[in-house]
Protein backbone atom coordinates (compact mmCIF):
# COMPACT_ATOMS: atom_id res chain seq x y z
CA UNK A 1 0.00 0.00 0.00
CA UNK A 2 3.10 2.34 1.05
CA UNK A 3 4.35 1.46 -2.41
CA UNK A 4 1.46 2.08 -4.17
CA UNK A 5 0.58 5.54 -2.42
CA UNK A 6 4.58 6.64 -3.70
CA UNK A 7 3.51 5.83 -6.73
CA UNK A 8 0.52 8.85 -6.93
CA UNK A 9 3.40 11.44 -5.50
CA UNK A 10 1.96 10.63 -1.51
CA UNK A 11 4.65 10.36 0.79
CA UNK A 12 3.60 8.65 4.18
CA UNK A 13 6.25 7.69 6.71
CA UNK A 14 3.37 5.65 8.39
CA UNK A 15 0.22 4.65 7.13
CA UNK A 16 -2.82 5.08 9.82
CA UNK A 17 -5.32 2.36 9.84
CA UNK A 18 -8.48 3.73 10.89
CA UNK A 19 -10.54 1.28 12.88
CA UNK A 20 -13.96 2.02 14.85
CA UNK A 21 -13.88 -1.11 16.73
CA UNK A 22 -12.65 -1.13 20.09
CA UNK A 23 -12.24 -4.47 20.26
CA UNK A 24 -10.22 -5.26 17.54
CA UNK A 25 -7.56 -2.24 18.88
CA UNK A 26 -7.98 -3.77 22.13
CA UNK A 27 -7.02 -7.43 20.47
CA UNK A 28 -4.25 -5.95 18.97
CA UNK A 29 -2.62 -3.96 21.58
CA UNK A 30 -3.26 -7.06 24.07
CA UNK A 31 -2.68 -9.82 21.55
CA UNK A 32 -4.34 -13.13 23.55
CA UNK A 33 -5.44 -15.56 21.17
CA UNK A 34 -9.08 -16.37 22.40
CA UNK A 35 -10.93 -19.50 20.54
CA UNK A 36 -13.56 -17.29 19.05
CA UNK A 37 -11.00 -14.88 17.25
CA UNK A 38 -9.30 -17.49 14.87
CA UNK A 39 -9.28 -15.70 12.04
CA UNK A 40 -6.84 -13.35 13.43
CA UNK A 41 -4.17 -15.64 13.81
CA UNK A 42 -3.28 -15.30 10.23
CA UNK A 43 -3.65 -11.39 9.94
CA UNK A 44 -2.42 -10.66 13.47
CA UNK A 45 1.08 -11.04 13.04
CA UNK A 46 0.64 -9.38 9.47
CA UNK A 47 -0.29 -6.17 10.87
CA UNK A 48 1.88 -6.67 14.17
CA UNK A 49 4.98 -6.69 11.74
CA UNK A 50 4.42 -3.76 9.52
CA UNK A 51 3.28 -1.46 12.82
CA UNK A 52 6.47 -2.74 15.18
CA UNK A 53 8.55 -1.76 11.46
CA UNK A 54 6.49 1.62 11.68
CA UNK A 55 4.86 1.27 8.78
CA UNK A 56 1.84 1.78 9.88
CA UNK A 57 -0.35 2.26 13.19
CA UNK A 58 -3.90 1.84 14.27
CA UNK A 59 -6.25 4.42 15.61
CA UNK A 60 -9.69 4.71 16.23
CA UNK A 61 -11.64 6.25 14.46
CA UNK A 62 -15.50 7.27 15.37
CA UNK A 63 -18.04 5.05 13.54
CA UNK A 64 -19.63 8.54 12.13
CA UNK A 65 -17.17 9.58 10.09
CA UNK A 66 -16.10 6.26 8.40
CA UNK A 67 -16.48 7.44 4.74
CA UNK A 68 -16.06 3.72 3.94
CA UNK A 69 -19.48 3.33 4.87
CA UNK A 70 -20.48 4.63 1.20
CA UNK A 71 -19.02 1.82 -0.55
CA UNK A 72 -20.00 -0.68 2.22
CA UNK A 73 -23.22 -0.68 3.36
CA UNK A 74 -26.75 1.09 2.59
CA UNK A 75 -27.57 4.74 3.82
CA UNK A 76 -30.00 6.92 4.53
CA UNK A 77 -30.12 9.86 1.80
CA UNK A 78 -28.85 12.30 4.11
CA UNK A 79 -25.89 10.16 5.46
CA UNK A 80 -25.10 9.30 1.70
CA UNK A 81 -24.63 12.89 0.48
CA UNK A 82 -22.83 14.03 3.51
CA UNK A 83 -20.45 11.21 2.65
CA UNK A 84 -20.75 11.89 -0.99
CA UNK A 85 -19.62 16.15 -0.36
CA UNK A 86 -16.84 14.91 2.26
CA UNK A 87 -15.51 12.69 -0.35
CA UNK A 88 -15.34 15.62 -2.99
CA UNK A 89 -18.14 13.39 -5.28
CA UNK A 90 -19.30 16.33 -7.81
CA UNK A 91 -22.87 15.62 -9.38
CA UNK A 92 -22.83 15.55 -12.89
CA UNK A 93 -26.06 17.99 -13.00
CA UNK A 94 -24.40 20.49 -10.72
CA UNK A 95 -20.95 20.56 -12.71
CA UNK A 96 -22.96 20.82 -16.12
CA UNK A 97 -25.24 23.57 -15.05
CA UNK A 98 -22.04 25.07 -13.17
CA UNK A 99 -20.62 25.02 -16.23
CA UNK A 100 -23.35 26.60 -18.55
CA UNK A 101 -23.56 29.60 -16.01
CA UNK A 102 -20.02 30.09 -16.42
CA UNK A 103 -19.95 30.36 -19.77
CA UNK A 104 -22.84 32.62 -20.07
CA UNK A 105 -25.62 29.89 -21.39
Do not use: W
Not at 10 to 39: E, G, Q, R, W
Amino acid sequence: MKQQLEDFGVILDSIPFKCDNTSAINLYKNPIMHSTTKHIEIRHPFLKDHVSKGDCYIEFFDSENQLVDIFTKPLARDRFFFIRNELGILVLDRVASEKLRREGG
